[in-house]
């Protein structure tokens, strides 16, 4: 069954919303989608992650990472009652907007999804299915693969690259951390260490808990609203920086084991 909204309402996107979500239960998973400047890719997305979890009990959580553009006020006409958003007074970056919607989440099980687009919320009930597989045998991510990436030539060659070095220095046996669809446990990543970037490198701080990383190949799709926030020379260098931080953490930390 579902109730339909108007299409719109001064400009406003409203999509289907599915009766499985019910306010007053616990989700079994929550969607969390940071966003900055991504007016235009709202309410699509919106509509695509309510139609890929049709018969779920799930919620949507955005963050709003400090936008100039009508983020926000595109968010605040969607009306859904599946829908929590919350907007950050200034831009803290991606990673923050990530640990945010975690906290505000109530789902115990996490996706996380970039709000450009590109990745395709339909992918998420397969990640969540094996999610619920892995789980017996511990803390586990299961990490989106884009095998074919729908990008320009020069990011997938620099991704390429990066991917290479951090394997060698972290080996978290990860072909594409910089995948935003990622699915694992709320506590989990909870009891993480969070900084700036932690996003790209879940992987390496899943390991280092003690847990363990699947990768499942996902559909990747080009960016066809809006612009990216990202600039190649500037996330290079930034990942230069964080890489070797990564590196540090795991050379200064052994994971004790309780005798029973």
Known sequence: MRRNLRASNGGCYRAAVSETFIHD?????????????????????????????????????????????????????????????????????????????????????????????????????????????????????IAGHRTRRRDSWVKRRTSRAANRIRDILLRDATPDTGCGLKVFRREAFLELPHFDHMHRYLPALFIRAGGRVVSVPVNHRPRTRGSSNYGTLDRLWAGIFDLFGVFWLQRRWRRPEIEP
């Open 25 to 141: 239960q616990v989700p079994e998973i929550s969607v969390v989608v940071p966003v900055r400047n991504e007016a235009a890719n709202i309410g699509p997305l919106i509509g695509e992650i309510r139609a890929a979890l049709e018969g779920t009990l799930y919620e949507i959580v955005y963050i709003d990472d400090g936008s100039t553009d009508s983020t926000s006020a595109s968010l605040a006409c969607d009306g859904g009652g599946d829908l929590v958003w919350r907007r950050h007074r200034a831009s803290c970056g991606q990673s923050a907007a990530v640990v945010s919607g975690v906290r505000i989440a109530r789902g115990g099980w996490i996706a996380t999804l970039d709000g450009d687009g590109q990745n395709d919320p339909a992918d998420i009930p397969a990640l969540l299915a094996h999610a619920r597989r892995e789980t017996a045998n511990g803390p586990v991510l």
